[in-house]
Nanobody, 128 residues
Framework: QVRLVESGGGSVDAGGSLRLSCDFYGSTFSGICLGWFRQAPGKEREAVATLYNTINNTPYYADSVKGRFTISKANPGYTVYLQMDNLKPEDSAMYYC????????????????????WGQGTQVTVSS
């Protein structure tokens, strides 16, 4: 059974850093599009960053996190990280690891409808 397991959330002051990790289990595919979404209370779900786990193409970043967040992968590519620096209160949200392997040629397209596997979420809280 395919599943994603996230870790690394927590609370931090504005300007601080956190690193999220996500392990992907159970896939029979070598090429997987992995990434992170977030959702804050009362706000729409937002794609934060996505990448292809076996090809070093350019990742996708939301404009709101460019220059502050970095998505990366371990080798072999079944772990994805999100390094979050210079965190702001507006970054506070539940962060979800996501994955898909069925339209891999579209990766790193951040459309939520592509991602059929979601983790349970990890909370990030940034205090001002």
């Amino acid at each position: 059974q395919v599943r994603l397991v996230e870790s690394g959330g927590g609370s931090v002051d504005a300007g601080g850093s956190l690193r999220l990790s996500c392990d992907f289990y159970g896939s029979t595919f070598s090429g997987i599009c992995l990434g992170w979404f977030r959702q804050a209370p009362g706000k729409e779900r937002e794609a934060v960053a996505t990448l292809y786990n076996t090809i070093n193409n350019t990742p996708y970043y939301a404009d709101s996190v460019k220059g502050r967040f970095t998505i990366s992968k371990a080798n072999p590519g079944y772990t994805v990280y999100l390094q979050m620096d210079n965190l702001k209160p507006e970054d506070s949200a539940m962060y979800y690891c996501v994955a898909h392997a069925h339209l891999i040629g579209l990766c790193p397209d951040p459309s939520a409808s592509l991602f059929h596997t979601w983790g349970q979420g990890t909370q990030v809280t940034v205090s001002s």
